[in-house]
């Protein structure tokens, strides 16, 4: 019976929100905006969920004293320090929340993937081979990219960048719009099986 | 958004209600935006395309982190993207369109040489490989 | 920034960069309290954006229809549950279902139709026409019902090359992406904490 409600609700709000497209009354409108802003509404709710389960998981590691459970006291101490300065303290400019996240929080995701730059050049070494016509292609495509988008493609040769450029604009570009289409017609018919109540994974992998 | 900005995002980053904003009470919706800049290191420019130009035909600039960049160009050929900012190459192009260099710039010289070194680092690995199948294809014949 | 401000800034960024010698302590605490930080940030930001303004606060002025998006998040919240947990299928069913129902137009019109007419409208010229091949080819390359046979065969080949140019640019600004955090961090490490970069 759950289950059933739930591809009802599937079925009834996507056929709305689809068709709402081609509407223009009032009133239909206002109902897709209010869908709308459930829809945000729900989704803050479940990462509300996420939160919680991450410090379930860890909170058990930290009770039962598993390997790496300091770690895992780093990490909700993470947590209970971001809570409290954001909620007691605010969020604006200048608070204790602002300074955490500009010094610490965004230079340390901005770190962990400038790390990829080192293992970048460590497998243009190693896997980069230009072993058939298509990966010659591949490699002859991102050293002239690479080299036609920074200064010293336009000092080696005015060629380089044009190179750089047409390659862009026209094979990248092709291959790119095309798995572009490809993409909107799957999500299309994914979309189309949801509202039909054919596409259910949602519910659970059933 | 489209009909009432107000009602979808009721205040500002900092907890400011909308209306209380000096802009805030000239824009309304996607008719008073002249130009939508999205500054990102996601998918948010396409949702701004699939949404807001699709249907509002809104005028929108992305600024994108260089990863994102080629993922993006058939949007900007077909003018659903007004404009895009390039990675760290593009900033540079800003700042001296602005005449003011900046950290963009002044990381050209860094970027330049990196580049260089890996695709030194390409060719060289290339190079062992060949050598190497070389090598291994002769000591094959004498067998 | 004074001294002891940058200085925890390029510890922690340290940290991470240690884990370039192997996996150890140092990068593990700062990895943890990265993510930690992260969480805190997304619960605070998503309550006081979201549940807080466009929930609660219509609720206590008395807005009867806010209780609706109310109870459905409630209805989320009960996955923590294992017993009720199944309910919170409604809530996610209105999100699958009113996206999927978003998306069909706009997936059609920015993906697909959009796309097709630039295509279309491009082959005034030679680029135009390499453009229009490329994109047919690489399409024919993604039909997996049929046997990449014949023609059909030499047009999904075709349609690879064009994917290998795609994904050698792809790397190009890739390598891009990363140098250009590469070099922000080192500026920060040598500029602003060491003092040895001039800006």
Known sequence: ?206 | MGENLGEVFSQDYEGHPLATLPLGSRIHNYRDIALVISVADGSMPTYWVEYAQARYDVKIVAALTAVMVTSYIPYLESHQLTGIVAGLRGAAEYEQLLSAPGAGSRGMDAQSAIHALIAVLIVAGNVQAWRKRRSRIGGGGNQ | MSLLETTTTALLTLAIYSFLAGDNPFYKFAEHLLVGLTIGYTLVITLKSVIWPQAIIPMTRGEMPSLVPLLLGCLILLRLVPRWAGWSRISLALVVGGGAGVAIPAMLKARVLDQMAATANGVTSWAGWIILIGVLATLTYFVFTRAHRGAWGTSARIGRYFMMVFFGATFAYTVMSRVALLIGRLEFLMGDWLGILRS
């Open chain 1, 1 to 206: 019976m759950r289950d059933r409600l739930a591809i009802i609700t599937a079925t009834l709000a996507g056929a709305f929100m689809a068709l709402q497209y081609f509407v223009t009354l009032p009133v239909a409108n206002s109902a897709y905006r209010a869908i709308l802003s459930w829809m945000q509404i729900i989704a803050a709710f479940a990462i509300v969920v996420g939160v919680f389960g991450v410090i379930r998981l860890h909170l058990e590691r930290i009770g039962r004293k598993r390997a790496g459970w300091l770690y895992s006291v780093t990490l909700l101490a993470g947590v209970l320090v971001m809570s409290i300065l954001g909620f007691a303290g605010g969020i604006d400019r200048g608070t204790s929340f602002q300074w955490i996240f500009d010094h610490w929080q965004a230079p340390m995701q901005s770190t962990v993937f400038s790390l990829l730059a080192f293992y970048i050049a460590s497998a243009a070494y190693r896997g980069f081979r230009a072993r058939s016509g298509e990966s010659v292609i591949l490699v002859l495509a991102a050293i002239i990219v690479m080299l036609g988008r920074v200064p010293l493609g336009e000092w080696l040769s005015p060629i380089v960048p044009n190179v750089s450029d047409w390659i862009l604009n026209v094979p990248a570009l092709a291959a790119k719009r095309a798995i572009l289409i490809g993409i909107g017609l799957g999500m299309v018919a994914t979309s189309l099986k949801v509202i039909a109540g054919l596409e259910r994974t949602y519910l659970g992998g059933r």
